[in-house]
């Protein structure tokens, strides 16, 4: 756990906006928000599938739904509000209340995801999260109004002066996403050390015997899955912002698997681990790129290095083969995590 | 703890930083992005290799402006999102003076707004959706727009007196639904009637279903806008359920597994597409063959567009005599009756390309050239 | 109604390819508790297994420029012994796989949390399809002809018969019902092979204790290898018999089937033999259905995909055990 918090999201913060000034070309720009939506993603998804035991397969799915939610705010509703002002306050609000509508949205769908899941558990769950992560991209691609295949620009953004010229630059930068980032976290963190939070855990540890307790089991399931898809939402929305242009087939299985991978790589339960995992996972496949282009190496190796799905599923089962709670995961954490009458099973 | 991450992922992406002011300048640097990887790699692979062509072709040649043009290829994966994160790093990391890609418009769309937030001209080998250009007056595309293809074939249609057609859609294909809208809009035009309509998704297998719903319609003819991975496997379906109506398509039908599955179900079907290697012209033939010598096959459609985006980008180079972005991209604009592989190109005002289509038609397992259709 | 019987064939003749799959599925599950994620990536592995084989093993059939196999090869095109061969074959060469990967990927962790187990399935799923993108290529390829496949006039056969179905308008080809007759044997194949053998009885055993079952003299490590070898080689099977219907295969054609598939297990009560090959066969109808006359009922035809995912969920909702399942109460 992280201590002191508060302070933790008030540095975090103001490291975001300390940020915006760093001299970043736009390539190393793009990975950095890359970075920091991937944080939110995998803090997100960590609440359900790391420390409240369950586990979802369809979190590019709660993305998609935020994304788009987020884009028919600044796309369909802003400019009737914002005419043609260039005023960036009123720019900053406009967008934060695509963000929250694109938070409230995946929401309301990880609400009717954790609602039936109650039902179900391990594996039965993972699928049915992919199902419906599924579900909500084939919805999407036969929606007109969002563009379906064609996918959906985004042209608003901040007016600016760039070299001399003046341009929109997008809405999402590093400011905004790293500040919502140090938010995510701190949420995840602060409800799952709080004597309420402490439930989540029980939900994981034992279920049996938390209910036994008297724990209400299904509200702790179904709130796992309502802010992770919330904090979800919020990077789609970051997402959607920063590319100007959504297209159902970027939110697709695999991205639920990149999230997973993330949270699983640093640790499920490991809020600092994943944090890490995120951020590695996400430069991995720009250092990847340039493996690849590196001569000297065997041509063999240099393919490999292409083709990045072959190492992420490789870093999969070597991982869970040798260190099942993560590399930065708590060793005791994990062994908690495991009831033992399903230890024993086969 | 989370703050101390924080900045270990700053310092690390500082560390990462300074490797990029080291790159040498005394090359002319073009950037590529392509799917070289993934779902739609073997469209990417092709306008690869026709692009490497040129761009060796005029290495040999001397270069331009004296010097060596070094083609710098990054691949997207066939994967939403990555398009702007490779764009972003050819424009800002490698400074390259122009961008060639994608063929999928979906990727085209994606990188577009980057290079025209950069002025940095980009020129879309084979994205045939009309919105790619339309993003700003740096984006340029070398091929047809889906309007002009799905006309092309409402009047083909037509004129061969198929007034009943059904159409079966790709939906998980901007291509493929852009095509069929105008090809719908063509033949309502010219006094045909849509008899069906019926779908499916890039990578289903069976279409019997769709086909028993298409068939009890007795069309005439059954357009099918899709990629030739799945063309193959409907005209098979068809005609195991008795179709016996041609199905017509667009270029992405061209591809290396469509006649080896399809075989004999397709004889008596037609596409539009980009150009065809029996073609007799001498800049075809001379393309065909320098592209057999080095890559031992015969080259396709994205492999000519491939080739003629980075020839376009090239003799605009040497008409601006530099590589200011502006003057380079006036240049391209300026392209007009240019001698290409795919027809003769001309960009208009909307920056894309206006020349003839290609119509062929397959019997007994081979392409053969039907007409050429002028715009 | 003739458009409606045709439509009938058409979903049973999918059901029943995603029968075959299933059945593969729920054997694994119904004795390890476990959704081998994989399944449907060794079934691709099998399809490609076919592609490689055929060629060596049946005469005509090697592909315009591709090298000629080394040695004449023994059966003649388009003979049925041919065809059962590279069928043979390339379930073998399946087992071999699936029996390598429960060793080296699922072995390790039969001791662990059944999530870790599963993550580990995910990761092999990708690491064939991708691996798969490496070594056949990203095209799709032409799976060859072993059986021609023509259309069927007369049924059952053309001297006996009792319904013609040219003269009905009915479109049944040979592959059609090759593929229901497979899996109808294989069905009961596998019900004998599970009710009436040692080795059945083993995994019977294994599947409702594993420790008092290694205590009455099992070898568990025996019977859960010879499970996964028997799951991949049905596998194998159904994709030898899709690609003879589909005759396009590529590298990430298992993802979707392998899904429905389980999907169809899932509907017939995941474990249950026979409930796999019926929630199959439904899950193909519904499919059908759905895109023949879905417009009727305001779902367009592209929404085919997420049908199974709807059926899946539906179910999981209303009779989380399945069709036929056996509910399992939770011990403490």
Redesign the interface.
């Known amino acids: 756990m ?2 002191y918090p508060r302070l ?1 999201l008030l ?2 913060i103001a ?1 975001a906006i300390g ?1 915006s000034w ?11 928000v ?2 920091g939506i991937s944080i939110i993603l995998a803090v997100s998804l960590n609440l359900v599938n790391g420390h409240t035991g369950q ?1 979802s ?1 369809g979190h590019a799915g709660f993305m998609a739904v935020g994304g788009y939610s987020s884009a028919a705010i600044t796309n369909l509703v802003a400019p009737h509000f914002l005419g043609s002002s260039t005023s960036a306050v009123l720019h900053s609000l406009a967008f934060l209340s695509a963000l929250l509508a694109g938070g409230f949205g995946a929401a309301l769908a990880g609400l009717l995801v954790g609602v ?1 899941s109650l ?2 558990k ?3 769950l ?3 999260t ?3 992560g ?2 909500i991209r ?2 999407l ?2 929606t007109e109004v969002v563009g ?4 959906w ?1 985004i042209a608003s953004g901040y007016a600016k002066t ?1 070299n001399g ?1 003046a ?3 997008p809405y999402t930068n590093l400011a905004w996403t ?1 500040a919502l980032a ?1 938010i995510t ?1 701190y949420v995840v ?1 602060s409800l799952v050390s709080s004597t309420y939070g402490r439930g989540f855990l029980t939900v994981r540890d034992d279920e ?2 938390a209910e036994a307790m008297g724990i209400n089991t299904t509200r702790f399931k179904v709130t796992a899955f309502v802010v992770g898809a919330f904090f979800a939402g919020i990077a789609g929305g970051l ?1 959607a912002h920063f ?3 959504l ?1 159902p ?2 939110f697709d ?2 991205l639920s ?1 990149s999230a ?1 991978v993330m949270v ?1 790589l640093g640790g499920m339960g490991s ?2 681990g994943v ?2 995992a995120a ?1 590695i996972l996400t ?1 991995l496949p ?1 250092w990847l ?1 340039s493996v ?1 282009g590196y001569a000297w190496l065997p041509p063999w190796l240099r ?2 290095a ?5 190492l ?6 070597v991982l ?2 040798t260190r ?1 709670q993560g590399l930065f995961g708590d060793v005791n954490a994990t062994r908690r ?2 009831p033992g ?6 | 703890m989370a703050r101390n991450i924080i900045t270990l992922i700053a310092a690390t992406v500082c560390a990462s930083l300074s490797t990029w002011n080291l790159m040498a300048q005394e090359e002319l640097k073009v950037g590529e992005f392509a799917s070289l990887t993934g779902g739609s790699a073997s469209f990417g692979q092709s306008s690869h290799k026709g692009t490497a062509l040129a761009i060796d072709e005029i290495n040999n040649a001397g270069g331009l402006l004296g010097k060596k043009v070094k083609l710098i290829t990054e691949d997207d994966q066939s994967q939403a999102g990555q398009p702007a994160t490779i764009v972003r790093k050819l424009i800002s990391g490698d400074k390259v003076v122009a961008v060639l890609g994608e063929v999928a418009s979906s990727k085209s769309l994606e990188a577009a707004p980057i290079c025209q937030q950069n002025k940095i001209p980009m020129i879309s080998p084979a994205s045939t959706n009309p919105k790619v250009t339309e993003v700003g007056d740096y984006v340029f595309r070398v091929c047809f727009i889906d309007p002009f293809q799905g006309t092309v074939m409402a009047k083909f249609a037509a004129g061969k007196g198929w007034k009943k057609v059904a159409v079966l859609t790709d939906v998980k294909q901007d291509y493929s639904v852009g095509l069929a809208q105008f090809f719908k809009e063509g033949v309502s035009k010219g006094g045909g009637e849509i008899v069906k309509e019926q779908s499916y998704s890039t990578g289903d297998k069976d279409f019997k279903a769709q086909l028993t719903s298409i068939k009890a319609t007795k069309p005439e003819a059954i357009f099918v806008p899709g990629y030739y991975a799945e063309v193959a496997l409907i005209a098979r379906q068809a005609r195991q359920l008795g179709i016996k109506a041609p199905l017509l398509g667009g270029d992405g039908w061209v591809g290396e597994s469509l006649l080896p599955v399809g075989g004999a179900a397709l004889d008596g079907c037609f596409f539009s597409c980009h150009f065809s290697a029996d073609d007799e012209a001498p800049v075809v033939q001379d393309f065909v063959k320098k592209f057999r010598a080095k890559y031992n096959g015969t080259p396709d459609d994205m492999a000519a567009l491939g080739y003629d985006s980075a020839m376009i980008l090239a003799d605009a180079i040497k008409r601006a005599d530099g590589t200011d972005s502006a003057k380079l991209r006036d240049a391209i604009a300026a392209t007009k009756d240019y001698p290409a592989v795919t027809g003769k190109i001309t960009l208009n005002e909307q920056r894309n390309a206006t020349k003839s289509a290609v119509i062929l038609g397959i019997e007994s397992g081979k392409f053969k050239f039907v007409e050429s259709v002028a715009p | 109604m003739i458009e409606f019987l045709q439509q009938v064939i058409n979903g049973l003749s999918l059901g029943a390819i995603y029968a075959l799959i299933a059945l593969g599925y729920t054997m694994i599950y119904g004795v390890l508790r476990f959704v081998n994620f994989a399944h449907g990536d060794v079934f691709m592995v099998g399809s490609y297994a076919g592609f490689y084989l055929a060629p060596l093993l049946i005469a005509g059939l090697a592909a315009e420029g591709a090298a000629k196999p080394p040695w004449t090869p023994p059966f003649a095109k388009n003979s049925l012994a041919g065809a059962i061969c590279v069928l043979v074959a390339a379930m073998l060469i399946c087992a071999a796989l699936g029996i390598i990967i429960e060793k080296l990927a699922y072995r390790p962790l039969r001791s662990r949390p059944r999530l870790t187990v599963l993550i580990t399935a995910i990761g092999v799923s990708i690491f064939l399809e991708y691996t798969g993108q490496f070594v056949f290529g990203v095209d799709p390829r032409y799976f060859p002809e072993i059986l021609e496949t023509h259309t069927v006039g007369n049924f059952p056969t053309e001297r006996w018969h009792f319904l013609n179905l040219d003269d009905l308008g009915l479109a049944v080809t040979n592959v059609q019902l090759i593929v229901f007759v497979v899996t109808l044997l294989l069905l009961f194949a596998l019900r004998i092979v599970v009710l009436n053998t040692r080795m059945g009885m083993a995994m019977r055993a294994l599947s409702s204790n594993p420790t008092a079952c290694s205590l009455m003299g099992v070898n568990n490590d025996v019977v859960v290898s010879f499970t996964f070898g028997l799951g991949s080689a049905l596998a194998a099977a159904g994709g030898i018999l899709y690609a003879l219907m589909y005759p396009s295969i590529d590298p990430l054609m298992g993802v979707l089937v392998g899904l429905k598939a389980f999907v169809a297990a899932v509907l017939g009560g995941i474990g249950n033999i026979p409930g796999a090959a019926l929630g199959g066969m439904l899950i193909g109808v519904v499919e059908t259905m759905v895109v023949g006359y879905g417009e009727h009922i305001g779902i367009a035809s592209s929404y085919r995909d997420g049908v199974a995912f709807a059926i899946l969920i539906l179910i999981l909702l209303v009779k989380p055990t399945g069709l036929f399942g056996k509910s399992e109460r939770e011990k403490v």
């Open positions: 992280i201590p933790a540095a975090g490291f940020l760093a001299p970043l070309n736009p390539y190393l720009y793009d990975i950095a890359g970075i586990f397969l039936p039902r179900l391990g594996d039965y993972a699928i049915v992919l199902g419906f599924e579900i084939v919805v691609q036969n379906a295949s064609r996918g620009s760039v010229y341009t929109i630059v790293f140090a976290v963190t049996v015997a997402y590319k100007q242009y297209n087939s970027g299985f695999m698997v997973v699983i809020t600092a944090i890490l951020a430069m720009e790129r690849a393919e490999i292409k083709n990045r799905m072959i992420y599923s490789l870093l999969l089962i869970m083969l099942p995590a495991v009458r399903l230890r024993r099973k086969a």
